[in-house]
């Protein structure tokens, strides 16, 4: 169940995979088919992928590498999985309970995109699930200095929609995109893995 805490929130930003979109599992794929292309010598399980959801590819590839002490090219394993991924967006389908809160609050409060995927495929996915019209503001990490778990994401969203961070609800279903998000003094509601399906 989606639990929304009791408040006037005056804003809305939602993370977009696993929160909005059901994409978190062929996210998944993609990164396996990437690092085995790149012949990454480790194991990428998916535990570690779940608790870095919401973290810029790059960063994951630059903490595995750190944790192996292998030499992975973090941007081309990046390049590879987006290219991947890109081809299979057409199948992606929104979470219900979260894209049925996000019509919810059409045209009555403003609502953005944080997300830690690149803008092509938040668009992409937003577009494939019929949810692109709801968020005419989407911040990625391109926009900013440092991806989740740092706020900055969340903060220029905020100021994006012209609304005082602490007037805003953040919808996430990773950790890093919580800590983003009380770091950013905003409160949240966790979207659970169990909402998906």
């Known amino acids: 169940m989606l639990e929304i805490p009791d408040y006037p929130f005056q804003a809305y930003i939602f993370d977009c995979d696993g929160t909005l979109v059901d ?10 088919a990437s690092l085995k292309l790149h012949n990454a010598p480790f194991e990428f399980t998916e535990e570690f992928f779940y608790a870095r959801a919401g973290v810029r590819e790059q960063d994951v590839v630059i903490e595995l590498n750190a944790l192996h002490g292998s030499t992975v090219d973090p941007d081309a394993v990046a390049e590879s999985k987006v290219e991947m991924f890109l081809k299979i967006i057409p199948q992606m389908e929104a979470i219900k ?10 045209g009555k409060f403003p609502m953005a995109v944080a997300s830690g995927s690149e803008e092509i495929i938040v668009r992409g996915c937003l577009a494939a699930s019929g949810l692109l019209h709801l968020f005419p503001t989407i911040v990625t990490p391109a926009y900013v200095k440092r991806g989740k778990p740092a706020p900055d994401m969340f903060l220029l969203a905020a100021e994006k929609m012209g609304v005082d961070p602490k007037e805003c609800l953040v919808l996430e279903d990773g950790q890093a995109g919580i800590v983003a998000a009380e770091a950013a003094g905003m409160q949240w509601a966790f979207v659970p893995r169990t909402l998906r399906g």
């Not at 994409?23 to 396996?32: D, G, V």
């Not at 309970?97 to 059409?106: I, N, T």
């Open 23 to 32: 994409s978190m599992p062929r996210h998944y794929e993609a990164w396996l």
């Open 97 to 106: 309970p979260v894209a049925d809160f996000a019509r919810s609050l059409e």
